[in-house]
């Protein structure tokens, strides 16, 4: 049984910062890309940033430059730092990843449970 777990949400002012938190656990062979998704009201789940299983990272046009996407191999954890936050990065939050299980199985993807983040005065 594989989990993501997702922390760090919150209110936070327009300008003002997040950091994103998101730990796999269960039976982890290995994890390729990790990334962090979001979906706001009336709107549908968009990719933020990912991170290929080196450093080689993606990231959304809207995010570029305030955003960075960081992990932790060793402790099967990713990051998302969230700088100049602005209003319409509201949504909620959603981390990813391709897990494989096992030597002899291909990998899927799972999901987290979300974590709201607000950005308002």
């Known amino acids: 049984q594989v989990q993501l777990v997702e922390s760090g949400g919150g209110l936070v002012q327009p300008g003002g910062s997040l950091r994103l938190s998101c730990a796999a656990s269960?039976?982890?062979?290995?994890?390729?890309?990790m990334g962090w998704y979001r979906q706001a009201p009336g709107k549908q789940r968009e990719l933020v940033a990912a991170?290929?299983?080196?450093?080689?990272?993606n990231y959304a046009d809207s995010v570029k430059g305030r955003f960075t996407i960081s992990r932790d191999n060793a402790k099967n954890m990713v990051y998302l730092q969230m700088n100049s936050l602005k209003p319409e990065d509201t949504a909620v939050y959603y981390c990813?990843?391709?897990?494989?299980?096992?030597?002899?199985?291909?990998?899927?993807?799972?999901w987290g449970q979300g974590t709201q983040v607000t950005v308002s005065s």
């Open positions: 269960g039976s982890i062979f290995s994890i390729n890309a």
């Open positions: 991170i290929i299983s080196g450093s080689s990272t």
């Open positions: 990813n990843a391709y897990i494989v299980v096992s030597s002899w199985s291909t990998g899927r993807n799972y």
